[in-house]
């Protein structure tokens, strides 16, 4: 079905794409229409073509997708992120020895170092080409914590005003991992042990232009697409007046009526669009071991 609007405006159709797609595999939709459970089919399998291009719209259609009871390989993981494109490129985490292209997000029971993920981002947004998905895939999970939040970009910029829309028409945002992954970033600070092997680096001080609002390339829709953990500036405005609209921004996005409370189960896999969306990792299991793997699938230069 995407095929079919690969050389038009796919926003044109949208609404009736939606209409009755969904035939081989079930969807159920969170409050808002944000988040969702897809049913029916079996990851450990490579899909058939309609069941694929289904579970893309869906993922299209509510930002974060999740899976239930898939248990599955790192084989399986790989074959499964490959049928949405290439693997994305994953800078500052050093992935497990014999499988470059996964992560292993692990927090051992003993581990005191703030977990992982712990900011509002969009995955890589410094990068040029950042990611389109994540897919995330639940090895051991703990008895308590370990939520993960989802914060709606494009509803969020769908309830800006027209004033502030008009505002934000054509700024471009600085994206840059200095913070987090710099020589001199909170990774490189740490004094507490941490399992996963993080990598500081000046590569981490470059930056990257983006639009402040993105257009999503499958439904057309507008998003708001910066972070606090990644967006350090807009482009010819100076730094008090730009933080002082990014805060504001920030705040907005991160409202409650636009976050998805995700809770993980074992053999859960969950794949979120970063070109629509923000994620944040909670804590909260200390004392417990949580080990997730992790890929991403290579997206487009934002537009």
Known sequence: MLGVFATVDFAEYWEEAMSGMYE?????????????AVTGLDLSQALPEKTLEEVKLAWAEHGVVYFPDQPLTLDELEAY?????????????????????????????????TNFGAGWHSDWSFQEAPPSATILHSEVTPPVGGDTLYADGARAYEDLTDEMKQRLEGLMAIHSAILPYGSNGLFAQETEKRTMKIISSTKAETTQLHPLVRTHPVTGKKALYVSPTYTIGIEGMDEADAQ??????????????????????????TMWD?????????????????????TTVAGDVPV
């Not at 002082?244 to 896999?269: N, S, T």
């Open 24 to 36: 081989t595999i079930e969807v159920t939709p969170h409050e808002a229409g944000f988040g969702a």
């Open 81 to 113: 992120t490959l049928q949405f494109g290439v693997y994305g490129d994953d800078p500052f985490i050093k992935p497990m020895d014999d499988r470059p292209h996964i992560l292993e997000l692990r927090r051992e029971p003993n581990e005191t170092a």
């Open 244 to 269: 002082a609209l990014l805060g504001e921004l920030f705040a907005h996005m991160v409202d409650e009526k636009y976050v998805y409370r995700h809770k993980w189960r074992q053999d859960m896999l």
């Open 274 to 294: 970063n070109r629509c969306c923000l994620h944040i990792a909670e804590g909260g299991y200390d004392g417990h071991l949580r080990v997730m793997h992790r």
